[in-house]
Nanobody, 127 residues
Framework: QVQLVESGGGLVQAGGSLRLSCAAS????????MGWFRQAPGKEREFVAA????????YFAGSVKGRFTISRDNAKNTLYLQMNSLKPEDTADYYC????????????????????WGQGTQVTVSS
């Protein structure tokens, strides 16, 4: 089992940057594929980015590709999301998630593939 705690959210102007962190408990962080999701008010939670267990493979939603970077430091049990060129439409609560399943895939993009979730951190981008 793993516990996830996000941090780094806040208020930023359009065009600015933020880096989100997700600290994981336990000594098996490297055994989980990880992802970031977001949920805007009144909308469903949506996929943002995913990373494989080793960090060698990443995948991004089209809306953030080229602006966001996902990375992980398995020695520090931490997942990151670097967000650049932020837009007002990026405003949402951001959640990190961990997937323990082992089915041959390097990363996952669907909510139901993840079995552990953090509590979320709020990101607000002003225009």
């Amino acid at each position: 089992q793993v516990q996830l705690v996000e941090s780094g959210g806040g208020l930023v102007q359009a065009g600015g940057s933020l880096r989100l962190s997700c600290a994981a408990s336990g000594r098996t962080f490297g055994s989980y594929a990880m992802g970031w999701f977001r949920q805007a008010p009144g909308k469903e939670r949506e996929f943002v980015a995913a990373i494989s267990r080793s960090g060698g493979y990443t995948y991004f939603a089209g809306s953030v590709k080229g602006r966001f970077t996902i990375s992980r430091d398995n020695a520090k049990n931490t997942l990151y999301l670097q967000m650049n060129s932020l837009k007002p439409e990026d405003t949402a609560d951001y959640y990190c998630a961990a997937a323990s399943k082992m089915d041959g895939r390097a990363y996952y993009t669907r909510l139901h593939d993840y079995n552990y979730w953090g509590q979320g951190t709020q990101v607000t981008v002003s225009s």
